[in-house]
C-alpha cells in the first residue's frame, strides 16, 4: 500500500470501510436481506427529502445548461419523480430475493480419508465504485454490495451531489438504526482528489469499479495497483451471411441499432456477405431509412447503394462508436474476412452471425473473441438481466475474472477450506508415500467426515 | 495500448505471439496433445545440446559465486543432470491427460424457446510469464501454455539465458516441425527492458504472471495496466486452541515448518492459547529445538521458556516470513486475538487452527479471511498439486480472478455463446412483453435446439 501519500482522513474513511466489510462477511443472508428492506423503508420516509436534494440538483444542472457547461440530456438523467423514486426504491427490495452469492461451495474434493478440501464463495471485501450523474446508481450499487456482503465507498457525478448525499445519508441511517451493520459499509467521497488517494490504497480497497466513459476506465487503470473491472468501447458488429434470412436479418440489426443507440450493446457495423450484397443492401438501406438511421459505407456499398449518395466511412471509422442512429456497412468477401473484421477493429463485447448454415455458425462462435458471440439474436441481448443475473454490476471487457455482463458473483471471491485430522504433508512425499485420492464429490452433498 | 513507446521488435515479437494464440485457440485438444508429446521427443533428441548449456550457465554462475556475486543455493538451482532432464521430460509428457481446460461449458440458461446461452471455457490468449533461474521452469509454463491453448512470451532468470534459450529453440521447432501451431506460441525475451515494453502492451498481452520475490511482484503491478497473477510473502500461521490435541499440533507445525522452510505455505508464526501455555510451550520447544529449529517469542512466549532464553520478536518482526528455521511464537488470550493477528500480519495466504472444538474451528474458517483456511491439518497442503489440480500455474493472492494455488483454469477466461432463431431485445420489453424463462440447464446435456 502506498499509504504515505494519502490523507488520514481518506485512510481513516477507507479502513473504516474495510473493517465494515470484516464485519459483514461473515453475516446471514437473512441479516443481509433485513438491511435491505430498511434501506427501502427509509427512502420512503426520507422521500421528500430525496425529492427536494434532487430539485436543487437539477436547478444547478439547468444553470450550467444555460451557461452551454453541460448537455440537456444530463439533466433529464438527473430529474427524480416521485414514481422514479418508488422505482428506485422497487429496486433495492429486488435485490432481496436473488441468491445468496457469498458462501456457495463451489467445488469439492476428498484429499485423502478425512481430508477433505472445498471451494467456497466470498465477498471480495471493499469496492470502490466511481459513477456517472444518476440517483438510481447510489441505491443500486449499495443494494449490490449489501447483498454481496461487500462494503462500497461511492463516489457519484459531481452533477449528482446533493441526491447522492442525501441518499448515502439515508441508506447509513438505516444500517445504524435498523441493523447490526456497521453504518461505514457505504460510504461515498465527492473530490477528485479524494479519488486518486483512494486508487492508492491497494491494501484496503480490493476492486474499483469505473463506470462511465472509456477515458475513465483507462485513466483509473492507470492509476492504481488494485484489480479494476471495467469495460472499453462498444463496437459491436452483425455479420450478414451468404446465408442469412433476409426479414431475419432486418429484423435483428433494427432492434440492434434502434432499440437504444446509446448502449454498449448496440450495433455499429453491419458487415455483408458480397453475394448478397446487391439484394440485401438496398433493403437494409430502406429499413435503416425508415427507422430514421443514416447509413455510411464501404466504396462496394455506396456503389450498390449508388442512388442514395450514402457517405463514406473514412479512415480508422471502422473504430468508431457512434452511441448513435448511424450505421456502418461494409461488403466482405465471406467468413473469414468478416472474423478479421472484428479482431481488428471490434471492441469485444458483442458480435453476432446471422445465417442458416450451421458450419458458419460454428465456425463464427469459435473463432470471434468476444465476451458474447450470437447466432441469429440480437446485440442487446448482452445484458445481466438478460442473461438471468437477476442484477448487473457493471459490462466487463477484461478476460479476468469477469467477462461480458457481470452479475452479483462479479463481486465475490472464494477461500479454500480444508478440514483435516492432522494431515501433515511430508506423509505423501517419498517411497512409502500416502496417495491422494483427489475424488470429486458433489459440491452440496453430505459431510465426508 | 501505449505502443508509441515500444520497439518495432518487440511489438512484433508480441504480435506474432498474439497471432500464434488466435490459431491455437479453437484447436482440437488432440492437436495440443500431440505438440506436447513432440516437445518431449524434440527434448530426448536434443538431450546433449541441452545438458552444455546448462553446464555452460553453471560455470558462468560458479564463477559470479567465486566473485560473491551469487550464491551457491543458486548454482543448484541451475544444474542439470540426464535425471533431472528425464524428470523434466516426463514432466511435459504428464501435463497431456490433463482434463482440457478449454471449451467446457460451464453454465447454460434457456432464456426462452429457442434461444439458449451457453458459458463456454476459453483460452486467455497471451501471457507473459517473468520467472526465476530454473530450467525446468521454461518446459514446465511452455507446456501449460499448450496444454491451455494460450502464447507465452517467457523471461528467465538471466542466469539460466542460455539453457533457456536452447529450450526454447527445441520447443519452437517441435511445434515448427511437427505440428501446425505456429511456432511463435512460445518466445523468450532475455533483457529487462524487453519486459519493461511488454507491460506496455495492454492491448497484446492478456496477462502477466512474475514468479518470484514479492519485489518483482510489486514492480510488475507498478508498471502495468495488463492484469497481474502472482503473490505477496507468504505470512502463515498455526493458531494452537485450548482444545488442540498436543501430539496433532506438534505433528502439524513440524511439517508446517521443517518440510521446506523456504516454501510460502510454510509456517512463520504459532499463536497460542493462554490456558495451554504453560503446558504447550515447552513441548514446543523440545520438538523445534530437536528438528534444528530456533524459537522467537512474545514476552510471555519468553516467559513460559524462561529456562530456554528465547529471543524476543522484535517490534513489527510478526510481518517477517523468514523461509528459514525460525518461528516466531506469540501467546493469544483466545481465538479472537487470534483472528485479530491474523488479520494484521498475514499475508492472507494460508492460516490454520489446531483444537478439536468444532465451534471455535467453525468461527476460524469462516473468520479468517485468507486463500486457505484448514482445520487440523498443515499449511504444506497449499499447493495445486496436493489440490488435485493436475499443474500449478502459481500461486495468487489477489482476490480477483484466481485465489490460492492456480491450476490450469487460472489461464482460461470464458466466452458467452447465445443461439437464437432471430430473437430481438425489443419483444422483451412494454405491456406485451414476453418473458424471459431463465431455466438453468445442466451444462453438459443435450442441446435444447
Redesign the interface.
Known amino acids: 500500500m502506498s499509504a504515505t501519500s494519502v490523507s488520514p482522513a481518506i485512510l481513516a474513511l477507507a479502513q473504516a470501510a474495510k473493517d465494515a466489510s470484516?464485519a459483514i462477511?461473515?453475516s446471514s443472508v437473512e441479516v443481509r436481506n433485513r438491511a435491505l428492506e430498511a434501506v427501502a423503508q427509509g427512502m420512503e420516509r426520507a422521500g421528500h427529502r430525496i425529492l427536494a436534494a434532487a430539485a436543487e440538483d437539477v436547478q444547478q444542472a439547468q444553470a450550467a445548461v444555460q451557461r452551454g457547461e453541460l448537455s440537456r440530456a444530463l439533466v433529464d438523467r438527473l430529474e427524480l419523480s416521485p414514481e422514479k423514486l418508488a422505482s428506485m426504491i422497487a429496486g433495492v427490495r429486488a435485490v432481496a430475493p436473488l441468491p445468496d452469492p457469498i458462501g456457495r461451495v463451489l467445488d469439492r474434493?476428498l484429499?485423502d480419508t478425512g481430508?477433505v478440501?472445498e471451494k467456497v464463495s466470498?465477498p471480495?471485501?471493499l469496492l470502490a465504485v466511481i459513477f456517472e450523474a444518476r440517483p438510481e446508481a447510489v441505491t443500486q450499487i449499495s443494494s449490490l454490495a449489501i447483498k454481496s456482503a461487500n462494503a462500497v465507498i461511492l463516489k457519484p457525478g459531481r452533477e449528482v451531489e446533493r441526491t447522492a448525499r442525501v441518499l448515502v445519508e439515508v441508506i447509513r441511517q438505516a444500517l445504524r438504526e435498523q441493523t447490526t451493520i456497521p453504518e461505514a459499509l457505504v460510504t461515498s467521497v465527492h473530490q477528485r482528489t479524494e479519488v486518486d488517494e483512494l486508487l492508492k490504497l491497494?491494501g484496503l480497497v480490493?476492486?474499483v469499479i469505473p463506470r462511465g466513459s472509456y477515458a475513465l476506465v483507462?485513466h483509473v487503470?492507470?492509476a492504481t495497483?488494485i484489480?479494476v473491472l471495467g469495460h472499453s468501447e462498444g463496437i459491436c458488429h452483425i455479420y450478414v451471411d451468404a446465408a442469412a434470412?433476409f426479414d431475419?436479418a432486418l429484423?435483428?440489426i433494427?432492434?440492434?441499432k434502434t432499440?437504444y443507440p446509446a448502449a454498449c450493446n448496440s450495433v455499429e457495423t453491419v458487415l455483408v456477405h458480397q453475394s448478397i450484397a446487391q439484394s440485401f443492401l438496398p433493403l437494409l438501406y430502406a429499413r435503416m431509412t425508415k427507422r430514421g438511421v443514416r447509413l455510411r459505407g464501404c466504396p462496394l456499398t455506396r456503389a450498390a447503394l449508388a442512388t442514395a449518395a450514402i457517405e463514406p466511412v473514412k479512415d480508422d471509422e471502422w473504430h468508431t462508436e457512434y452511441s448513435d442512429l448511424i450505421l456502418a456497412v461494409k461488403v466482405v468477401t465471406g467468413l473469414d474476412e468478416a472474423i478479421a473484421h472484428i479482431?481488428r477493429y471490434g471492441s469485444g463485447l458483442t458480435d453476432a452471425i446471422l445465417t442458416e448454415d450451421a458450419e458458419a455458425?460454428r465456425k463464427f462462435?469459435?473463432?470471434v473473441?468476444?465476451?458474447?458471440?450470437?447466432?441469429?439474436?440480437?446485440t442487446?441481448?448482452?445484458?445481466g438481466y438478460?442473461?438471468?443475473f437477476g442484477a448487473e454490476v457493471g459490462i466487463s471487457t477484461?478476460?479476468?475474472?469477469a467477462?461480458?455482463?457481470v452479475g452479483l458473483d462479479g463481486l465475490t471471491?472464494?477461500?479454500?477450506?480444508?478440514?483435516?485430522?492432522?494431515?501433515?504433508?511430508?506423509d505423501?512425499q517419498g517411497p512409502h508415500a500416502r496417495r491422494?485420492l483427489?475424488q470429486?464429490r458433489p459440491p452440496f452433498g453430505p459431510q465426508d467426515q
Chains 1, 2 share one sequence.
Do not use: C, M
Open positions: 470484516r462477511a461473515s474434493i484429499l481430508l478440501l466470498r471480495l471485501g491497494d480490493d476492486l483507462r487503470q492507470s495497483r484489480p434470412k431475419l429484423n435483428v433494427d432492434d440492434a432499440d479482431a455458425a462462435l469459435e473463432q473473441d468476444s465476451a458474447g458471440v450470437y447466432h441469429n439474436a440480437s442487446r441481448f448482452a445484458d438478460r442473461y438471468g477484461s478476460r479476468l475474472h467477462r461480458g455482463p471471491t472464494y477461500k479454500y477450506i480444508l478440514r483435516g485430522q492432522g494431515h501433515v504433508a511430508r505423501y491422494f483427489h470429486r
